[in-house]
């Protein structure tokens, strides 16, 4: 599918707010009636539970626990919010690359979830985009309500609108089984890393 013949494009996703990573109104024009969050569990993108918004990142969310909750999935080191702020602007300067969605608890102020979809520009395949979901992770106490499911839904969808030619993913093997539902396929790839620190 083209990007041109559902009429997305990458100047719609460029936002001129200087805290907000990109134009969060792309996320309310999907469609979410044929996803399986909103079949099976009534949540969507712009109902992801009662209190719930899912959005963009924006640059104050480094006070709203964004750090926080990727150390839930990862090591993050010792950011400062000078840091955040900088690899932010830098992500912001390169539109059309990375798309963080959050969701956020509006009555407590915190980010309790987070997805990231990369996109990436190829030579390859008659010069086509690829998308790549990484970082998708849940606050351990907002677990059990379907919000993984969403932010996987939200960044696939995404991905196919923009026109990527696939959308892939890297996980544990005991994660497969969840991203499988969203018909993710094990390709029998080997993934292989060459780590420089941590």
Known sequence: MEKEEVGWCLKDWICDKDDVLFNDSV???IDCTHLSCYMNYSIS??????????????KNDYDKG????????????????ERFEAQFDAMKQCPGIHYIMVIEDVSNAIIVGSGTLVVERKFTHNTALRGRVEDIVVH??????????????????????????????DCLPSLKPFYEKFEFEN??????SK????
Do not use: W
């Open 66 to 81: 964004y750090m926080t909750l990727l150390g839930q999935l990862t090591r993050t080191g010792d950011v400062t919010k």
């Open 45 to 58: 993108i712009k109902n992801p539970g009662p209190g719930l918004v899912l959005r963009s990142l924006h």
């Open 187 to 192: 390709t029998s790839v080997i993934f292989m």
């Open 195 to 198: 780590r420089f620190y941590d």
């Open 140 to 169: 351990s106490n907002y677990r059990g309500r379907h919000l993984g499911n969403l932010i996987v839904e939200t960044a696939t969808v995404l991905s196919q609108k923009l026109g990527c030619y696939k959308t892939s993913l």
């Open 27 to 29: 996320l309310q024009q």
